[in-house]
């Protein structure tokens, strides 16, 4: 989903949702259940400049950016995305 402000850097990117493997072998991710969602703004300067990713903490997500993500997570819930 395209942002026109990353609440972090001010810079416009898109928004992903990305699940994550710790690494521990007893871990619950270690059988498929990964860690997450963890969201970040990805930047893509331009073609030949590598992408740049802001974490987004819970701190940040504020206002209108915290109801387009609730959106998206509703969207995805029923199947629409």
Not at 2 to 24: A, S
Not at 64 to 78: G, N, T
Request: charged share 30%; glycine share 8%; with cysteine.
């Amino acid at each position: 989903m395209h942002i026109d402000k990353c609440p972090k850097c001010g810079d416009p990117g898109f928004l992903v949702k990305k699940y994550r493997r710790c690494g521990k072998p007893n871990c619950k991710c270690a059988t498929g259940s990964l860690h997450g969602p963890y969201w970040t703004v990805q930047h893509h300067p331009s073609r030949f400049k590598p992408i740049k990713d802001c974490h987004i903490s819970q701190k940040l997500l504020t206002g209108d950016l915290e109801e387009r993500i609730k959106e998206l997570l509703a969207k995805e819930q029923a199947g629409l995305i």
